[in-house]
């Protein structure tokens, strides 16, 4: 933390200004690293030619590894730190804030760069950041090594000898400081010299390197007007600028100099945007037509209804509470109304039908996160595997499209085992590509986590079974999922474009595709023979259900022969049914027309009455429809129990 012995207010010295700097690490007598605990997070403490040094390592850690250096009082407004650690970025220090930037503390900062980049393999171009005289440091390295530095980031910076410690703290131990190790003979000479960080801002002007810098207006320990302010003036001049964010008034107990920290999470999303690093050169995000309707709703009328519409990934916690916490930080103030609609194993062909019932039903969206890259592989084996994929997915985006042309939506392509070995071999998965036809197609921004994580296991940074270890992924692929998601989301709110209504082309991509998916009533079939229609559907038989197709109204046949029918107006229709063990094969026709088949039993319905969608016909001619349907025997598999019936 900063520390200025004293103050000069009026022409008159003052007491000092209270020291806060924490008690000093215990520099390790060796290099051997020590392990201890920091904010959570691990803190690995070592020493560098005598110095305490320490890297704090984030439970995952982030593509490439990227991490911001801290130059200056470590513990001290650690907000922006801790909640980069918090999104996968290691934090590095070197203690020696009392040589002030000198070349000799730039010597030990030479040196610990080569260290953590050779020991522990964190990325080659850090941000740097800086407290009070840690600007010294901070902006004299980059000075340096531009090619070596990400973005800077700093607190209330030292940008000037002359401003402190001279003017503040004349004949001060800080000044001396200042003269040893600068080599100064006299006060004259640290006037004179041409190396302050206001005197190297062409280099970083030219390096074209992104500053921020957090300021107090009336800090008279280091005065924003002959530090910070001084050096934005002269940045503009030189065709560059770095960005400012002020207080009006700091602690007057010190001098100004203190404050709450304002924008912690604007800060680090500047942090992470510059320092992020890319395995491959570039993002698994495509923003497309971005996502500026919702921005601007959530930062005018400060109220936003978002959506997450998937399968068990998203119904389960993990990135879905991440992302609820980002969009409260991100737009403090704003009223959000989050709706979760995930239901476990269900693909983008039931989303279609249940879109309306589950999402718009409570009233107009202003961002949908849809997700069934995953589920939609339930259909594999299946001829018509990827067109379901397509015409499930592009039913859900036309049908958003038509209900409120404002509505953002982002696809999310989520990860399973059987993509990284297809990817491997230069493929893209049936399910990934019909996806992102469709977010091509209609402008939808998308994020291939699928590829990310592919790429990245490729890459040695984790592994599916000893880190994700599941379809449904461990904390650490959790993790994984929201650092990513964040990094879209920050990329698609920086961008400059307009509100405007999207535009829905004329025709689908696939004439079949439910865009006007819906539920119907089981209680508007007729039974025809042996069904029954039970309001409150439970198979009390110690099999496992799912929450929302048990304890429902539920058409249920046990028999072969046992039949029902039911009108209905469109092009297509289909059962979702509850496929447990004794679930069999059906036979159905449509209009009276030759009869068709299909088995209800799946390869989980041994263990669980799985919700699944089974499509009867989607090529019918508009209009009005009769479907009929009859179990047929099949052994002891004749049970059919429909929760919904599907309609388009």
């Given at each position: 933390m900063?520390?200025?012995?004293?103050?000069?207010?009026?022409?008159?010295?003052?007491?000092?200004?209270?020291?806060?700097?924490?008690a000093?690490?215990?520099?390790?007598?060796?290099?051997?690293a020590?392990?201890?605990?920091?904010?959570?997070?691990?803190?690995?403490?070592?020493?560098?030619?005598?110095?305490?040094?320490?890297?704090?390592?984030?439970?995952?850690?982030?593509?490439?590894?990227?991490?911001?250096?801290?130059?200056?009082?470590?513990?001290?407004?650690?907000?922006?730190?801790?909640?980069?650690?918090?999104?996968?970025?290691?934090?590095?220090?070197?203690?020696?804030?009392?040589?002030l930037?000198?070349?000799?503390?730039l010597?030990?900062?030479?040196?610990?760069?080569?260290?953590v980049?050779?020991?522990?393999?964190?990325?080659?171009?850090?941000?740097?950041?800086?407290?009070?005289?840690?600007?010294?440091?901070?902006?004299?390295?980059?000075?340096?090594?531009?090619?070596?530095i990400?973005?800077?980031?700093?607190?209330?910076?030292?940008?000037?000898?002359?401003?402190?410690?001279?003017?503040?703290?004349?004949?001060?131990?800080?000044?001396?400081?200042?003269?040893?190790?600068y080599?100064?003979?006299s006060?004259?000479?640290?006037?004179?010299?041409?190396?302050?960080?206001?005197?190297?801002?062409?280099?970083?002007?030219?390096?074209?390197?992104p500053?921020?810098?957090?300021?107090?207006?009336?800090?008279?320990?280091?005065?924003?007007?002959?530090?910070?302010?001084?050096?934005?003036?002269r940045?503009?001049?030189?065709?560059?600028?770095?960005d400012v964010?002020?207080?009006?008034?700091?602690?007057?107990?010190?001098?100004?100099?203190?404050?709450?920290?304002?924008?912690?999470?604007?800060?680090?999303?500047?942090?992470?945007?510059?320092?992020?690093?890319?395995?491959?050169?570039?993002?698994?995000?495509?923003?497309?037509?971005?996502?500026a309707n919702?921005?601007?709703?959530?930062?005018?009328?400060?109220?936003?209804?978002?959506?997450?519409?998937?399968?068990?990934?998203?119904?389960?916690?993990?990135?879905?509470?991440?992302?609820?916490r980002?969009?409260?930080?991100?737009f403090p103030?704003?009223?959000?109304?989050?709706?979760?609609?995930?239901?476990?194993?269900?693909?983008?062909?039931?989303?279609?039908?249940?879109?309306?019932?589950?999402?718009?039903?409570?009233?107009?969206?202003?961002?949908?996160?849809?997700?069934?890259?995953?589920?939609?592989?339930?259909?594999?084996g299946?001829?018509?595997a990827?067109?379901?994929?397509?015409?499930?997915?592009?039913g859900?985006?036309?049908?958003?499209?038509?209900?409120?042309?404002m509505?953002?939506?982002?696809?999310?392509?989520?990860?399973?085992?059987?993509?990284?070995?297809?990817?491997?071999?230069?493929?893209?998965?049936?399910?990934?590509?019909?996806?992102?036809?469709?977010?091509?197609?209609?402008?939808?921004?998308?994020?291939?986590?699928?590829?990310?994580?592919?790429?990245?296991?490729?890459?040695?940074?984790?592994?599916?079974?000893?880190?994700?270890?599941?379809?449904?992924?461990?904390?650490?692929?959790?993790?994984?999922?929201?650092?990513?998601?964040t990094?879209?989301?920050?990329?698609?709110?920086a961008?400059?474009?307009?509100?405007?209504?999207h535009?829905?082309?004329?025709?689908?991509?696939?004439?079949?595709?439910?865009?006007?998916?819906?539920?119907?009533?089981?209680?508007?079939?007729?039974?025809?023979?042996?069904?029954k229609?039970?309001q409150?559907?439970?198979?009390?038989?110690?099999?496992?259900?799912?929450?929302?197709?048990?304890?429902?109204?539920?058409?249920?046949?046990?028999?072969?022969?046992?039949?029902?029918?039911?009108?209905f107006?469109?092009?297509?229709?289909?059962?979702?049914?509850?496929?447990g063990?004794?679930?069999?094969?059906?036979?159905?026709?449509?209009?009276?027309?030759?009869?068709?088949?299909?088995?209800?039993?799946?390869?989980?319905?041994?263990?669980?009455?799985?919700?699944?969608?089974?499509?009867?016909?989607?090529?019918?001619?508009?209009?009005?429809?009769?479907?009929?349907?009859?179990?047929?025997?099949?052994?002891?598999?004749?049970?059919?129990?429909?929760?919904?019936?599907?309609?388009?």
């Amino acid at each position: 933390m900063p520390l200025i012995a004293a103050v000069v207010i009026a022409g008159v010295l003052a007491d000092a200004v209270p020291e806060k700097k924490p008690a000093p690490a215990a520099t390790p007598a060796t290099d051997a690293a020590s392990v201890s605990k920091w904010n959570g997070f691990t803190k690995r403490s070592f020493a560098v030619d005598g110095h305490a040094a320490f890297v704090v390592v984030p439970q995952i850690a982030a593509p490439g590894k990227p991490w911001v250096w801290r130059t200056s009082f470590p513990d001290f407004h650690a907000e922006v730190d801790r909640e980069l650690a918090r999104n996968g970025w290691h934090i590095g220090f070197v203690d020696c804030v009392d040589m002030l930037g000198s070349d000799s503390a730039l010597d030990l900062m030479d040196k610990f760069y080569e260290k953590v980049r050779q020991e522990r393999g964190l990325a080659a171009k850090p941000a740097i950041e800086a407290v009070s005289r840690g600007g010294l440091h901070a902006y004299r390295y980059a000075a340096r090594h531009p090619e070596r530095i990400a973005c800077i980031y700093a607190d209330t910076p030292v940008m000037d000898l002359k401003s402190w410690p001279m003017k503040a703290t004349n004949g001060s131990k800080q000044l001396e400081d200042a003269m040893k190790f600068y080599g100064f003979k006299s006060g004259q000479e640290l006037k004179e010299y041409k190396g302050n960080p206001l005197d190297l801002l062409p280099v970083l002007a030219k390096a074209k390197i992104p500053m921020r810098n957090v300021i107090s207006l009336d800090d008279k320990v280091v005065p924003a007007e002959d530090n910070t302010l001084e050096a934005r003036r002269r940045l503009r001049n030189l065709g560059w600028d770095m960005d400012v964010v002020s207080v009006k008034n700091g602690d007057p107990a010190a001098g100004g100099h203190h404050f709450p920290l304002p924008e912690v999470s604007q800060s680090s999303r500047f942090i992470m945007k510059r320092s992020s690093v890319l395995p491959n050169g570039a993002e698994y995000f495509h923003l497309r037509d971005g996502l500026a309707n919702c921005k601007a709703k959530f930062e005018t009328a400060k109220t936003g209804r978002v959506a997450f519409l998937g399968g068990s990934i998203t119904h389960n916690g993990g990135w879905r509470d991440e992302l609820m916490r980002y969009f409260q930080q991100r737009f403090p103030g704003t009223r959000f109304e989050f709706i979760p609609a995930g239901i476990g194993s269900l693909g983008s062909v039931p989303h279609a039908f249940r879109l309306e019932r589950d999402v718009l039903a409570r009233g107009p969206v202003d961002l949908i996160f849809v997700e069934a890259a995953v589920n939609d592989h339930n259909y594999d084996g299946s001829p018509d595997a990827a067109a379901l994929a397509l015409r499930g997915m592009e039913g859900v985006v036309r049908h958003l499209r038509m209900a409120n042309p404002m509505t953002d939506i982002v696809e999310m392509h989520f990860a399973h085992n059987i993509h990284i070995p297809e990817y491997n071999e230069g493929r893209v998965p049936y399910t990934v590509a019909a996806h992102e036809k469709v977010a091509e197609y209609y402008g939808c921004p998308s994020l291939n986590l699928s590829r990310e994580v592919a790429e990245r296991i490729a890459a040695g940074e984790f592994t599916w079974a000893g880190d994700f270890r599941d379809l449904h992924p461990s904390p650490y692929g959790q993790r994984v999922y929201a650092n990513s998601m964040t990094c879209m989301l920050d990329s698609a709110f920086a961008a400059e474009t307009e509100t405007k209504a999207h535009l829905l082309p004329d025709k689908p991509l696939d004439e079949r595709s439910y865009a006007r998916g819906r539920y119907g009533k089981v209680s508007d079939a007729r039974i025809v023979k042996g069904f029954k229609l039970e309001q409150n559907w439970n198979p009390h038989d110690g099999v496992g259900t799912r929450e929302g197709f048990v304890n429902v109204p539920a058409l249920v046949g046990s028999q072969p022969g046992d039949e029902f029918e039911f009108d209905f107006e469109g092009t297509a229709c289909g059962l979702f049914v509850a496929a447990g063990p004794k679930s069999g094969t059906i036979e159905y026709s449509i209009d009276g027309a030759a009869s068709g088949k299909a088995n209800t039993y799946t390869q989980w319905s041994g263990g669980l009455y799985l919700p699944w969608a089974v499509v009867l016909s989607d090529s019918l001619k508009p209009g009005k429809h009769t479907v009929k349907v009859r179990i047929e025997p099949n052994n002891d598999r004749t049970k059919l129990v429909v929760i919904h019936l599907l309609l388009n």
